[in-house]
């Protein structure tokens, strides 16, 4: 062959007949191109979507992207969405006092999906996931410093101000034991226009704990059943937090009110599990509480509809309303989603059971005139506004009519908190007879 280079092929042997082609190379050989990227590359890109979604924020109301701030259209304001019965919406406190007086309502974001269907909404929402950043009313619910933790919780899946949930991508089952996701820091689609009412301090006895029904139809159980609240605790609460282990300070006591007024009110057998499931710490309580659910599931198969009572972590303003004049906790019903790791087979069957209990206990409990309603409405950017849409499951897969209820919050007395309760009792007696539960149930 000489100096002459031709394609040469071989046959080597090892692991299986293989051919190889070498193929002949002219010129001198070209440096290996350095591969870009990596984390740096990443890292870069990131800043730059979030430097993006801080211009739009910014320019976005300038050039007709997003509302402008203080653009109102005139109206009647009542959002679009099943069980739209709750006061209209107030403006923002930022407007100015003369748009406050004339009633003015909602942007314009809003204007045109509020006459759409909710899947349409939520289509649009899926296809532009920015607006996740707006409530249904058009109103920002990130501040500026929040858009690069935004924008990585969009991209990324997990907070940088809680590194905690970067875990959560590597083990999804963490998020189901998380404590702090029920703790929602997020506006309200209708919020208080009133100050709190003045807390009732007068002295009530706890409620004692109903008889075992050998033939229950109701579940109540508490997964972080150590929940308190200031008022009860008193002053030592101050260091140690809204929380303790005496059930009748604790948010067992309120699930023995409900338990209580189901039983003898409305001959509805329940069963109350007053079992402290954080008591070896919230984190992975829901396992724990999951765990003694099915116990008793398996038990009780004449159960049908679980409640887990919580109360919530937010101001008195926003867990307090006015009912006949009294100040009454608010009531949360928080939908559990389910995630591709932790599926919710029933999330339909929940969601339709929550909508009831909500529906019905604004019409057992319609508020003052001029206070909020007794179900808080928050702006989560769900299509439906009578329940908060959690992206977990909170062990609403293990029966249909699951439900996860958050009577009042931690600054809530034990008054307002038993008087929540006997309004929720009366919406779960109203919604079982509704749904034919009771019949064969003895009551």
């Not at 300038?62 to 009542?78: H, K, M």
Request: proline share 10%; charged share 20%.
């Amino acid at each position: 062959m000489g100096r002459r280079r031709m394609a040469l092929i071989g046959l080597r042997w090892g692991g299986g007949l293989r051919a190889t082609l070498a193929l002949p190379r002219g010129g001198r050989r070209r440096p290996p191109r350095r591969r870009r990227g990596g984390a740096g590359g990443f890292l870069a890109w990131l800043l730059s979507v979030a430097v993006a979604a801080g211009i739009l924020v910014a320019a976005g109301p300038a050039v007709g992207l997003l509302p402008q701030p203080g653009a109102l259209l005139t109206g009647t304001g009542a959002l679009a969405g099943a069980g739209g019965t709750g006061p209209s919406p107030s403006p923002p406190s930022s407007l100015p006092s003369s748009q406050e007086a004339t009633g003015a309502s909602e942007p314009a974001l809003s204007q045109g999906v509020r006459g759409s269907s909710g899947w349409l909404e939520a289509l649009v929402r899926l296809g532009l996931p920015f607006l996740d950043a707006f409530d249904r009313a058009g109103r920002l619910l990130w501040r500026p410093d929040q858009l690069l933790d935004w924008a990585v919780w969009l991209l990324g899946g997990f907070h940088p101000s809680r590194p905690v949930t970067a875990l959560y991508v590597q083990v999804p089952a963490m998020a189901e034991l998380d404590p702090e996701q029920l703790i929602h820091d997020v506006p309200e689609i209708h919020p208080p226009v009133r100050p709190a009412p003045q807390p009732d301090v007068s002295r009530v006895a706890p409620p004692q704990p109903v008889e075992p029904q050998p033939a229950p139809l109701v579940l109540i159980y508490h997964t972080h059943a150590s929940e308190s609240f200031y008022p009860a605790l008193g002053p030592a609460a101050a260091a140690s937090g809204p929380f303790t282990q005496d059930r009748s300070k604790d948010v067992v006591a309120v699930g023995d009110e409900v338990a209580a007024l189901l039983q003898q009110r409305y001959g509805i057998p329940v069963l109350h599990l007053r079992t402290l499931f954080d008591a070896g710490g919230r984190d992975g309580a829901y396992a724990v509480s999951e765990a003694g659910v099915k116990a008793a599931l398996q038990k009780y198969p004449s159960i049908r509809v679980l409640v887990d009572l919580h109360r919530d972590a937010a101001p008195r303003q926003a867990t307090t309303t006015l009912v006949d004049g009294k100040a009454t906790a608010r009531l949360l019903f928080v939908w559990a989603t389910g995630t591709p790791q932790l599926p919710n087979p029933y999330a339909a069957q929940d969601r339709a059971f929550e909508d009831a209990l909500a529906r019905a206990a604004q019409a057992v409990a319609p508020a003052d005139p001029g206070n909020p309603s007794i179900v808080r409405q928050l702006a989560d950017g769900d299509a439906d506004p009578l329940t908060f849409a959690a992206k977990a499951r909170y062990n609403q897969h293990l029966l249909p009519r699951s439900a996860l209820v958050e009577v009042g919050g931690q600054e809530n007395t034990l008054p307002e908190e038993f008087r929540a309760a006997a309004l929720l009792a009366q919406a779960i007696a109203r919604v079982a007879s509704q749904e034919g539960l009771l019949a064969g149930s003895g009551g």
